[in-house]
């Protein structure tokens, strides 16, 4: 996960053609898991950026931890990688080479997701990289649906009261994290954001609830 959110981060749409949106809560309350995904790369921009780093964490609604997969990742065509944001991730070039190769890795991270919704904080950054790497190694992944927990926070801070930054939000809520952009880090931290976003969910509703009975 980088910090800096992508100019246009309204988080309500796919980096592709399609105009499809992030589920909302109501569409997650009976879901059964969730792969909470977060990359760590070489810039903001897929279409000249690199994956360096990928994490997957396999939750339930409760955030048991079922399963979970990371990598330091290596390019299919090193002559055409550019290293970059060390200063961010703390990924060395040596960590780079000794990574599992692109290819590999995202078939282990599509197996490890597999029954289970795309989760990530600030999706459209996920997913933006995870086509373009994917495109790189002649794979396809459909994903016709996906869960951003920067639109669920976004939806229960109507009056825009507070940051949504992953950063903001694990300290709001209470979530130790080790380390900070380090994706296996970040993607544990989005799954226990997850699970209090739909707790807080489900006290709005439940006082709602109460509020249209008593009037």
């Not at 396999?58 to 002559?79: A, C, L, R, Y």
């Not at 950054?125 to 495109?135: K, N, P, S």
């Not at 016709?144 to 903001?168: A, C, G, I, M």
Request: charged share 20%.
């Amino acid at each position: 996960y980088m910090s800096q959110l992508p100019s246009s981060e309204s988080s309500c749409a796919q980096p592709t053609q399609s105009t499809q949106s992030s589920l909302a809560f109501v569409d997650i309350f009976t879901s059964n898991l969730f792969a909470v995904i977060d990359f760590e790369t070489t810039g903001l921009n897929p279409a000249t950026d690199r994956i360096l780093q990928m994490a997957a964490v396999v939750v339930d609604i409760t955030g048991h931890v079922v399963d979970s997969f990371d990598t330091i990742v290596k390019p299919e065509q090193p002559s055409e990688y550019t290293h970059g944001a060390e200063h961010v991730h703390g990924i060395s070039t040596d960590d780079v080479d000794a990574g599992m190769p692109l290819g590999l890795a995202m078939r282990r991270l599509q197996d490890i997701s597999q029954s289970a919704l795309f989760t990530a904080h600030n999706a459209r950054f996920d997913l933006g990289f995870l086509h373009a790497e994917l495109a790189r190694v002649g794979q396809t992944w459909n994903i016709d649906q996906y869960v951003d927990t920067l639109f669920l926070s976004r939806s229960l801070d109507p009056n825009k009261e507070h940051s949504h930054t992953l950063t903001h939000l694990i300290d709001k809520y209470g979530i130790k994290r080790d380390t900070a952009h380090n994706a296996l880090a970040d993607a544990q931290a989005t799954a226990q954001l997850l699970v209090a976003l739909v707790a807080q969910a489900r006290q709005q509703q439940s006082q709602s609830a109460s509020s249209d009975t008593s009037e």
